[in-house]
């Protein structure tokens, strides 16, 4: 990382943006972008589902995932770590640990949601990632994770069940619950 990264890597942690918002580096530089209700609100439901359908399993959300990998530290919305595995006090999280992530799509996000994050989770292992499309009210299961890539691709329309596989266990989801915008 050269020192102007490092340096805006620093202000991006340490710069208060109100909670409606989130302040994102892009290759414009950094730029702040509203967090919509429909995103907050499907974030929250998926949140309670995990916490009430996987039983032995914490939900986590507003974490980053580590290590670093290539400068990047991705953020997703929500996870589950094994009760044991659960730390109150930290804000991040090995991939090893993960079993699942969840991007819920913001109108800023969604080409990194759909082209970039799916490369990032599957090169670290990380056994299904679930896109949750608030702007087409739409979701996509990507899972096997192989050689940087998942092999397998389940999509389906919010009121449709959602199956994730969760180590020995499957954490169904009701996508009637997800909002769009």
Do not use: C
Not at 35 to 48: C, E, N, P, W
Not at 136 to 150: I, K, M
């Amino acid at each position: 990382m050269t020192i102007a990264e490092d340096w805006v890597a620093d202000a991006v942690e340490t710069l208060r943006v109100p909670r409606r918002m989130r302040l994102r580096l892009t290759r414009n530089g950094l730029t702040v972008v509203p967090v919509t209700q429909a995103h907050v609100t499907t974030q929250m439901r998926i949140f309670s589902q995990v916490d009430a359908r996987l039983p032995g399993w914490m939900p986590i959300g507003e974490f980053k995932v580590v290590p670093a990998r290539e400068g990047y530290t991705p953020e997703p919305d929500v996870s589950a770590l094994p009760e044991g595995q659960w730390d109150s006090g930290s804000s991040e999280f090995d991939e090893g640990l993960l079993p699942f992530v969840v991007e819920v799509v913001s109108p800023e996000s969604k080409n990194r949601d759909y082209s970039t994050k799916p490369d990032h989770y599957a090169a670290r292992g990380i056994p299904a990632y679930l896109i949750v499309d608030v702007l087409s009210a739409r979701w996509t299961l990507l899972t096997r994770p192989r050689q940087g890539q998942y092999q397998h691709e389940e999509s389906g329309v919010f009121g449709d069940e959602i199956e994730v596989p969760v180590a020995d266990q499957t954490l169904t989801l009701d996508s009637s619950q997800f909002v769009r915008i």
